[in-house]
């Protein structure tokens, strides 16, 4: 009788492993719902890329969310590499988080989250990295509506180590104040946000021979974006 209980635990046992093994192989196998594969991302356009973005925003817009199963991408990521789709270079505000407002998930964006989206030497590495080193089919600055660092630069506030950081948001400042006189305040703030997008477009343009060559080469696109925080829209500068 013992026999048989013991033989039969080990029999429990060993399937379990079987099943846990099998469980295994197909989360490493099978492409996760809603992950960008390398063979899927490779074969995508920049505009089909910017079109994913779009769309994963209207699911936010509508609440539609995706369900991924993380556990899944985390398993298939480590048998094939990730393969996002897009870096995103936005402001470290807590409301413009691109991975939600977007309904992406893990492993389909590169984000670089920074006080008022400037991008400085090292942002631009990381930029570089994404496009050379991973195939992304677009970066995006996207700024957004309400910025703290942006207002901040607007109203000319400088402090500690945050005074080189708002030194790269001073000329958006300028251009808008010049541009338009007529708006007020926050509408005069938004646009400073656009035009330190723009300018961020502009260094990125400057600075690097890698996304220039890629941008000729139509093998991504650079673009600006604007996120409303108020409603969570976000508008695609295309
Ligand atoms: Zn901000």
């Given at each position: 009788m013992v026999t048989l209980v013991i033989s039969l635990c080990l029999v429990i046992l060993l399937l379990a492993l079987l099943a846990l093994h099998y469980r295994k192989?197909?989360?490493?196998?099978?492409?996760?719902?809603?992950?960008?594969?390398?063979?899927?991302?490779?074969?995508?356009?920049?505009?089909?890329?910017?079109?994913?973005?779009?769309?994963?925003?209207?699911?936010?817009?509508?609440?539609?969310?995706?369900?991924?199963?993380?556990?899944h991408i985390k398993e298939y990521?480590?048998?094939?590499?990730?393969?996002?789709?897009?870096?995103?270079?936005?402001?470290?505000?807590?409301?413009?988080?691109?991975?939600?407002?977007?309904?992406?998930?893990?492993?389909?964006?590169?984000?670089?989250?920074?006080?008022?989206?400037?991008v400085d030497k090292d942002a631009l590495a990381s930029i570089e990295y994404g496009v050379k080193?991973?195939?992304?089919?677009?970066?995006?600055?996207?700024?957004?509506?309400?910025?703290?660092?942006?207002t901040a630069a607007y109203q000319g506030k400088h402090y500690g180590n945050l005074e080189q950081l708002l030194n790269k948001i001073t000329p958006a400042v300028l251009t808008a104040?010049?541009?338009?006189?007529?708006?007020?305040?926050?509408e005069l703030i938004t646009q400073v946000a656009i035009e330190n997008i723009n300018n961020q477009i502009i260094y990125i343009k400057q600075h690097s021979d890698i996304v220039k060559n890629a941008i000729e080469k139509q093998e991504i696109k650079l673009i600006g974006a604007l996120h409303d925080v108020k409603t969570g829209k976000i508008d695609f500068f295309t």
């Open positions: 192989l197909f989360l490493r196998t099978v492409v996760p719902a809603h992950l960008f594969s390398p063979e899927q991302q490779k074969n995508l356009t920049p505009d089909q890329a910017i079109d994913a973005l779009k769309k994963g925003n209207q699911h936010f817009l509508d609440g539609d969310f995706r369900s991924f199963d993380y556990l990521i480590l048998e094939h590499g990730q393969s996002p789709i897009a870096v995103i270079v936005g402001c470290m505000d807590s409301r413009s988080v691109p991975e939600i407002l977007m309904d992406k998930g893990i492993g389909n964006l590169f984000a670089i989250r920074i006080a008022g989206n400037v080193s991973i195939g992304v089919k677009v970066v995006v600055i996207m700024g957004h509506t309400g910025c703290g660092a942006v104040k010049a541009q338009n006189p007529e708006l007020e305040e926050s």
